[in-house]
């Protein structure tokens, strides 16, 4: 449940990581065509929706006994289940160039699924929105990074990305506090 809320903000750490503009030394155009090279193989991308930790294993299960994975880390979406450890890995981030950057976005995912986890154990959540929108954020994200803004889903429209990081950092603050 966690990993199906949390890809909503997939696009907004990646916009906030974008480094890698070239392939073979030419401008792509995009802020993060890293991502690109990886769309296309199987098993990446957005990571699939499941309705429980039991039908995630099972799907594991028939591609394992199929032979196509050894294991699920050979599943490379944005975001997995971690195969050691009893947590979620964030994977849609451009390596940053610099180490307080990557601690600082290691810090705001933190703070981002700790609020989903609050609002979890307050019998809420975060409303789910279809991986077609968050698709199209994810494609702005690789486009622009954090220059033309991404679509409020709730609103329906595009919005300046500072503001959704100033209503991101307002939502996370008591997580952030306790963190």
Known sequence: DLMNQMSYFLPHLL???????FWEGNDTGLKSYRL?????????GLPERFASWAEYERHIKIM??????????????????SVRFPTLETRVMDVCTRLDDTVCLTALT???????YRLRVSNQRWRLYTPML???????????????????????????????????????SEDAKAL
């Open 64 to 81: 394992e006994n199929a032979g196509l994975i050894a294991d699920s880390s050979r599943i490379w979406w944005d975001m997995r289940p």
């Open 15 to 21: 916009a906030l990581s974008c480094s890698s503009p």
């Open 36 to 44: 690109t090279v990886f769309d296309a193989l199987p098993r990446t």
């Open 110 to 116: 933190a703070c981002i699924m700790r609020m989903l």
């Open 134 to 172: 968050i698709r199209e954020n994810r494609w702005r994200a690789m486009r622009y990074s954090f220059d033309e803004g991404l679509i409020d889903l709730a609103h329906g429209q595009v919005r300046p990305f500072s503001e959704l990081m100033d209503e991101l950092c307002s939502l996370i």
